[in-house]
């Protein structure tokens, strides 16, 4: 079974506060994906990787950044968080291409409170 | 990717068959019909996915129209663990880089 893990479930994070949110895959999937899903408005993609050192913008990449230094290993950096960004964050793998005939791996999700 | 349009909620009674509908009348011929869930506090996962013919696999089955404009989720003995919310989604062939775009999805709630 695929398996793409999150470092925390869970996440308090003071204001201002650098957070780093980790994922991994272990199928030796091309691309990863991070997410934010927030009540009402419901998943949005944050960024996308499409293999190592490669980076693209989804739609709301505004106040995070992202580092893909191994293929197996996709992080989400808050370089200074703010409670706007208190929200459910899901990572995903997706192999090859992402192509529509594959389906989308994602993590449990990291629920992140900033106060 | 096409839009598509679900209904925002459906209940079912436990162990009988579930019908979940989803309109896609801007589907184009070489987008793949995906369905994914999402059980409370989790992450999204995978439940199946078809391009023209029906398609079946441990979890449910997919009923797919002959004009492929609308399709169907079929769970064929709910449970108690089948309540989420269920995501109908289109992905091209080609789809650059393999994100989805997810809509506000069915909540399914399943009484005992």
């Known amino acids: 079974d695929v398996k793409v893990t999150q470092s925390s479930r869970y996440l308090v994070k003071r204001t201002g506060e650098k957070v780093f949110l980790e994922c991994v895959q272990d199928?030796?999937?091309?691309?990863m994906f991070w997410y934010r899903q927030d009540p009402g408005l419901g998943l949005r993609l944050i960024y996308f990787?499409?293999?190592?050192?490669?980076?693209e913008k989804g739609d709301i990449p505004e106040g995070y950044s992202v580092s893909r230094e191994k293929k197996e290993r996709f992080s989400l950096i808050l370089e200074s968080a703010s409670t706007n960004q208190t929200s459910m964050y899901l990572c995903?793998?997706?192999f090859g291409s992402g192509g529509g005939s594959y389906e989308q791996y994602f993590g449990p999700g990291t629920r992140l409170t900033v106060t | 990717d096409a839009k598509t349009t679900q209904p925002n909620s459906m209940e079912s009674n436990e162990e009988e068959p579930v019908h979940l509908p989803c309109n896609h009348s801007?589907?184009?011929?070489?987008?793949?019909i995906h369905w994914y869930r999402q059980l409370p506090s989790q992450g999204p996962e995978y439940v199946i996915h078809?391009?023209?013919s029906n398609v079946n696999n441990r979890m449910a089955s997919l009923a797919i129209a002959e004009d492929r404009k609308s399709s169907t989720l079929i769970l064929h003995r709910a449970t108690l663990r089948d309540a989420a919310v269920y995501y109908c989604?289109?992905?091209?062939?080609?789809?650059?880089?393999?994100?989805?775009?997810f809509g506000q999805g069915t909540e399914l709630s399943v009484k005992p």
């Open positions: 995903a793998s997706i």
């Open positions: 199928m030796d999937h091309e691309n």
């Open positions: 990787s499409y293999d190592v050192k490669m980076k």
């Open positions: 801007t589907i184009s011929g070489t987008d793949y």
């Open positions: 078809g391009l023209t």
């Open positions: 989604i289109l992905r091209a062939l080609y789809n650059q880089g393999g994100k989805l775009i």
